[in-house]
C-alpha cells in the first residue's frame, strides 16, 4: 500500500473559499449562534432524532445526551473526544498511541481492541451514516448543530447493531441556517485553528453551504533529547451540501465531507520494564518501567522525516425524503465512504524497536438505508426499514522488532509483513412502532433482522537476520462466516402529567463475530474465528421539568446481560488469541439535569455509577499449570468503567447593556479509578482524579462578534486515558495521557 500524500494546499485553498462565502447570502445571524449566556426565564427546549424522527428529549423513553453547537463549546470541545465527562459512563478518549482514531465504551462496552477488524461496540454516526472503523472517528466538531450519546444498546433502529450505544453527529441544513460565522482561535502548545461556515438559499427551491476548518497545534510531548514535538495536530477539512425542496413533499440533500491529517507519532509512556531476550545471556532490562508523576517528555525509534501518522477520509451521501401523504414519510440514505491512512505507532514508547508497526488501510464503504414512516398524527406512528453496507478493508502493516532478541550482546534483525483484507456485508431489516393505547400509556416495541456476512485474507511473513534467516516463514489463511441475529426492543411509558414521564424498556444488542487480525502461527489461523456478542439491557427511567421550566432531569438505572465478550489477550511472543471469555453483568443508575436560578444562572449536573463485572472469564492463561502463567495477570475489573463518572457546572450571564452580554463558567468533572487493559495491569491502571475547567464569553449586543477563553485542567492533572499492552513481546505496558493544562482564546464574526 502507498503511503497517503496530504494535498494541504488544496484545503489551504477551499477554507479561503469558505472564509469568502458571506457572498452566498448575507443576513442576520441564526438564533442559534446566539450565546448561551443570553437572559431567559426557562431552560432550552431540547429536541433528539433517537427514534429517527424529532422529539422532545423529554418524551422519547431512550437514555440519551444532547448538546448544540453552544454547549459543546461551553464544554470546550473542540473534537468528540471533549464529550468525555459530560455523559453519564461515557469513556471517549483518543485511540491507542493513534491520531485520527477514538476509543469508546459506553456503560462499559466498547471496542477492547483497535485494530481494524474488530468492530466498534458503540456505533458513529454523521448525518445517520454509519462510521464503521474507529479510524478515522476522532471528529472535530465544525458544523454541527447537534451531537447526541444514547447509552445502551442501539439494536432496533440503527444502520448497524450496536452493543454499547451510539454517538449521532447531526450538521446543519442549508435551508435552516442562513448567514455563516468565522472563527480564530490561539493558544498555548502553538494551536492555531480557523473555522468558517457559510450558507444560504441559492434560489427558492436550491439551498448550499459550506463549512471548513484548519487545526493545528504543536504536540504536549516533546522528546527528551532532540526536542522534537510529538502528539500534535494538522488537520484540515471541509464539508459542502447542497439541498433541493422543490416542493413541500420532497426534499433532498447532497453532502460531500474531506479531511486531511498529517502528524508526528503519538507517543505514550512505558510503564513496566522493557526486556530483550538474548538467547546466550538471559533476559535483559533494556529499560525500566516508569514511574512518578509524567514530564510528557517520550522517545521513539522512527526518525523523521515521515515515520508520521496521515489520514485521508472523504465521503458523499445523498438523504431524499417524500411525504407521500399526510401520514407517510418514505426516506433514503445513500452513501460511500473512502479512508486511507498510514501511521507509525510506536506501542512500546522508546527508543528500541520492540513494538514499532507500520499500519495501513484503504478502506471503502458503501451503505444504503430506506425507511418508511408511518404518522397518523395522534397516538400511532411507526418505521419500518431496510439497510445494507458492504465494506472492504484491505491493510498493509509492518512490525519492526530488531532490539527484542539479541545473541550475546548482538541485536537480531527481525520485521514481519503483513497483507490482509477484510470484506463484510450487512444486511438488515427492522420495524419500530409507538402507540398510545389509551392516554398517557405508550407501548413502543421494535425488531431486527441482521446478518453480517465477513471474508477475511491474510498472509504474514517473517524476516530475521543473521545467523537465523533459516526460520523465516510466510503462514497464510483463507476464512469466510456469517452470523445472524434478531433483535427485538420493547419499552411502556407512562405520562403522569404534562411535565413528568416515566418508562421501562428492554432492548437487545448484537454485535457479529470476525477473524482475528492478529493470527501469526498456524495454531492461530485454525483458531482464527470468534463468535458473536450479546447484550441484553433493562432500563427503568424517569424524566421530569417544572411548570415553569425552570428545572429539568432525569434518572435512568440499567441492568445488562452481556454475553461472550470479545476479549484479545496477549499468550506467547507473537501471539495474541481472541476469546469469547466472558459473561458480564453491569448494573447502574445515572442522573442528568439542568436548574436556571433567575434570569441568567444555570447549574447543571450529570452523575453515573456503574457496577460491571465479570461472572465469568474463561482464560487459559489463569491456570498455574500454563506454561506462560504469570500471577500479576487478573480480571478483577472490566477495563474502562470506572464506579463513578460525574460532573457539575455554572454558567452565569451578565447583560453589559449597549456593551453586549458576558458569561462565565466553570466545571468539574470526577472520574473514579479506571482500568486501562483486559488484563488489569496494575500500571496501566488510572485512579481517581477531577478535572476544572473555566471559561469567559463576551458577545456584542447584535450577537455579530463574539470572544471567548478558557483554560481546560486548570490544576494541570497527569492522567492517564488508554494503554497498550502487549507484555508477552518485550513486556510492552504504555499508557497515553489526556491533555495538560491548556488555554485558548478565540474570536468569531457571525454575518
Known amino acids: 500500500m502507498k503511503p497517503v500524500h496530504i494535498r494541504a494546499t488544496t484545503l489551504s485553498l477551499a477554507i479561503v473559499v469558505a472564509l469568502a462565502a458571506p457572498a452566498l447570502h448575507a443576513q442576520e445571524s441564526d438564533a442559534d449562534q446566539a450565546p448561551s449566556a443570553r437572559s431567559a426565564t426557562e431552560l432550552d427546549t431540547v429536541t433528539v432524532t433517537a427514534r429517527r424522527r424529532t422529539e422532545s428529549i423529554m418524551d422519547v423513553p431512550v437514555a440519551v445526551s444532547a448538546f448544540g453547537e453552544e454547549q459543546l463549546k461551553d464544554l470546550q470541545a473542540s473534537d468528540v473526544s471533549g464529550l468525555q465527562g459530560a455523559v453519564p459512563n461515557l469513556n471517549i478518549v483518543q485511540g491507542r498511541g493513534s491520531a485520527n482514531s477514538v476509543n469508546v465504551f459506553i456503560r462499559g462496552i466498547g471496542q477492547p481492541d483497535a485494530l481494524q477488524s474488530f468492530d466498534p461496540g458503540v456505533g458513529m454516526y454523521v448525518d445517520d451514516v454509519y462510521y464503521s472503523r474507529i479510524n478515522g472517528s476522532m471528529f472535530s466538531l465544525f458544523d454541527v448543530q447537534q451531537v447526541e450519546v444514547l447509552r445502551g444498546p442501539q439494536g432496533t433502529l440503527y444502520g448497524k447493531n450496536s452493543t454499547g450505544g451510539a454517538i449521532k453527529i447531526t450538521t446543519r441544513d442549508p435551508f435552516d441556517h442562513s448567514g455563516g460565522a468565522a472563527e480564530l482561535t490561539i493558544g498555548d502548545y502553538g494551536r492555531q485553528e480557523v473555522r468558517a461556515y457559510a450558507s444560504g438559499q441559492l434560489s427558492?427551491?436550491?439551498?448550499?453551504?459550506?463549512?471548513?476548518?484548519?487545526?493545528?497545534?504543536?504536540?504536549?510531548?516533546?522528546?527528551?533529547?532532540?526536542?522534537?514535538?510529538?502528539?500534535?495536530?494538522?488537520?484540515?477539512?471541509?464539508?459542502?451540501?447542497?439541498?433541493?425542496?422543490?416542493?413541500?413533499?420532497?426534499?433532498?440533500?447532497?453532502?460531500?465531507?474531506?479531511?486531511?491529517?498529517?502528524?508526528?507519532?503519538?507517543?505514550?509512556?512505558?510503564?513496566?520494564?522493557?526486556?530483550?531476550?538474548?538467547?546466550?545471556?538471559?533476559?535483559?532490562?533494556?529499560?525500566?518501567?516508569?514511574?512518578?508523576?509524567?514530564?510528557?517528555?517520550?522517545?521513539?525509534?522512527?526518525?523523521?522525516?515521515?515515520?508520521?501518522?496521515?489520514?485521508?477520509?472523504?465521503?458523499?451521501?445523498?438523504?431524499?425524503?417524500?411525504?407521500?401523504?399526510?401520514?407517510?414519510?418514505?426516506?433514503?440514505?445513500?452513501?460511500?465512504?473512502?479512508?486511507?491512512?498510514?501511521?507509525?505507532?510506536?506501542?512500546?514508547?522508546?527508543?528500541?524497536?520492540?513494538?514499532?508497526?507500520?499500519?495501513?488501510?484503504?478502506?471503502?464503504?458503501?451503505?444504503?438505508?430506506?425507511?418508511?414512516?408511518?404518522?397518523?398524527?395522534?397516538?400511532?406512528?411507526?418505521?419500518?426499514?431496510?439497510?445494507?453496507?458492504?465494506?472492504?478493508?484491505?491493510?498493509?502493516?509492518?512490525?519492526?522488532?530488531?532490539?527484542?532478541?539479541?545473541?550475546?550482546?548482538?541485536?537480531?534483525?527481525?520485521?514481519?509483513?503483513?497483507?490482509?483484507?477484510?470484506?463484510?456485508?450487512?444486511?438488515?431489516?427492522?420495524?419500530?412502532?409507538?402507540?398510545?393505547?389509551?392516554?398517557?400509556?405508550?407501548?413502543?416495541?421494535?425488531?431486527?433482522?441482521?446478518?453480517?456476512?465477513?471474508?477475511?485474507?491474510?498472509?504474514?511473513?517473517?524476516?530475521?537476520?543473521?545467523?537465523?534467516?533459516?526460520?523465516?516463514?510466510?503462514?497464510?489463511?483463507?476464512?469466510?462466516?456469517?452470523?445472524?441475529?434478531?433483535?427485538?426492543?420493547?419499552?411502556?411509558?407512562?405520562?403522569?402529567?404534562?411535565?413528568?414521564?416515566?418508562?421501562?424498556?428492554?432492548?437487545?444488542?448484537?454485535?457479529?463475530?470476525?477473524?482475528?487480525?492478529?493470527?501469526?502461527?498456524?495454531?492461530?489461523?485454525?483458531?482464527?474465528?470468534?463468535?458473536?456478542?450479546?447484550?441484553?439491557?433493562?432500563?427503568?427511567?424517569?424524566?421530569?421539568?417544572?411548570?415553569?421550566?425552570?428545572?429539568?432531569?432525569?434518572?435512568?438505572?440499567?441492568?445488562?446481560?452481556?454475553?461472550?465478550?470479545?476479549?484479545?489477550?496477549?499468550?506467547?511472543?507473537g501471539t495474541f488469541p481472541v476469546l469469547n471469555a466472558a459473561e458480564l453483568d453491569i448494573m447502574g443508575i445515572e442522573f442528568e439535569g439542568s436548574a436556571r436560578f433567575g434570569e441568567a444562572t444555570v447549574l447543571s449536573a450529570q452523575v453515573g455509577w456503574l457496577d460491571a463485572e465479570y461472572d465469568r472469564f474463561d482464560d487459559f492463561r489463569l491456570d498455574p499449570t500454563y506454561p506462560g502463567y504469570d500471577p500479576n495477570l487478573n480480571h478483577d475489573h472490566v477495563p474502562f468503567s470506572p464506579d463513578l463518572t460525574a460532573r457539575i457546572a455554572l454558567q452565569q450571564g451578565f447583560s453589559l447593556g449597549d456593551a453586549g452580554n458576558l458569561g462565565v463558567g466553570v466545571d468539574a468533572s470526577y472520574r473514579g479509578k479506571t482500568w486501562l487493559s483486559v488484563d488489569n495491569r496494575a500500571v496501566l491502571s488510572q485512579g481517581a482524579y477531577t478535572l476544572y475547567g473555566a471559561f469567559g464569553v463576551w458577545d456584542s449586543p447584535q450577537y455579530t462578534w463574539q470572544v471567548r477563553a478558557g483554560v481546560r485542567n486548570l490544576t494541570d492533572e497527569v492522567y492517564k486515558t488508554e494503554g497498550q499492552e502487549f507484555a508477552s513481546v518485550g513486556n510492552i505496558q504504555t499508557a497515553y495521557y489526556g491533555l495538560p493544562r491548556n488555554w485558548y482564546m478565540s474570536v468569531r464574526y457571525n454575518f
Open 204 to 573: 427558492e427551491t436550491v439551498a448550499a453551504s459550506v463549512a471548513a476548518a484548519s487545526i493545528r497545534n504543536d504536540g504536549y510531548v516533546r522528546d527528551s533529547v532532540t526536542g522534537r514535538h510529538y502528539n500534535n495536530d494538522d488537520t484540515q477539512a471541509i464539508r459542502a451540501k447542497i439541498a433541493f425542496q422543490p416542493s413541500d413533499t420532497f426534499r433532498a440533500t447532497l453532502a460531500f465531507d474531506h479531511t486531511e491529517q498529517d502528524v508526528a507519532p503519538t507517543m505514550g509512556r512505558p510503564m513496566a520494564p522493557l526486556l530483550q531476550t538474548d538467547l546466550g545471556l538471559g533476559v535483559v532490562v533494556l529499560q525500566p518501567g516508569e514511574t512518578g508523576e509524567w514530564n510528557h517528555r517520550s522517545q521513539t525509534s522512527f526518525l523523521p522525516p515521515g515515520h508520521g501518522q496521515q489520514l485521508e477520509h472523504s465521503g458523499a451521501s445523498l438523504s431524499m425524503e417524500w411525504d407521500f401523504s399526510e401520514q407517510w414519510l418514505f426516506k433514503s440514505i445513500t452513501s460511500h465512504r473512502s479512508l486511507k491512512t498510514n501511521s507509525f505507532i510506536d506501542i512500546d514508547a522508546s527508543e528500541f524497536e520492540l513494538g514499532d508497526v507500520l499500519v495501513s488501510l484503504d478502506q471503502e464503504q458503501a451503505s444504503q438505508e430506506f425507511q418508511l414512516q408511518y404518522d397518523n398524527g395522534s397516538n400511532l406512528q411507526a418505521t419500518f426499514g431496510a439497510y445494507y453496507m458492504r465494506e472492504d478493508v484491505p491493510s498493509y502493516q509492518e512490525a519492526y522488532a530488531g532490539d527484542l532478541f539479541a545473541l550475546f550482546g548482538a541485536p537480531l534483525s527481525f520485521l514481519r509483513t503483513i497483507d490482509d483484507d477484510l470484506t463484510t456485508t450487512s444486511v438488515a431489516a427492522f420495524a419500530h412502532a409507538n402507540w398510545e393505547f389509551v392516554p398517557t400509556w405508550t407501548l413502543a416495541a421494535g425488531v431486527r433482522w441482521t446478518k453480517d456476512e465477513k471474508e477475511y485474507d491474510r498472509s504474514t511473513s517473517t524476516f530475521w537476520g543473521a545467523p537465523f534467516q533459516g526460520i523465516n516463514e510466510t503462514v497464510a489463511f483463507q476464512a469466510k462466516a456469517s452470523w445472524t441475529a434478531v433483535t427485538p426492543s420493547v419499552s411502556l411509558q407512562k405520562a403522569f402529567s404534562d411535565n413528568v414521564m416515566g418508562y421501562v424498556s428492554a432492548n437487545r444488542g448484537f454485535k457479529s463475530g470476525g477473524f482475528n487480525g492478529r493470527a501469526n502461527t498456524v495454531y492461530d489461523t485454525q483458531h482464527a474465528k470468534f463468535d458473536p456478542e450479546y447484550v441484553w439491557t433493562y432500563e427503568l427511567g424517569l424524566k421530569a421539568a417544572s411548570d415553569d421550566g425552570r428545572l429539568r432531569g432525569s434518572v435512568a438505572a440499567f441492568k445488562s446481560d452481556y454475553s461472550d465478550f470479545q476479549a484479545r489477550v496477549s499468550q506467547d511472543v
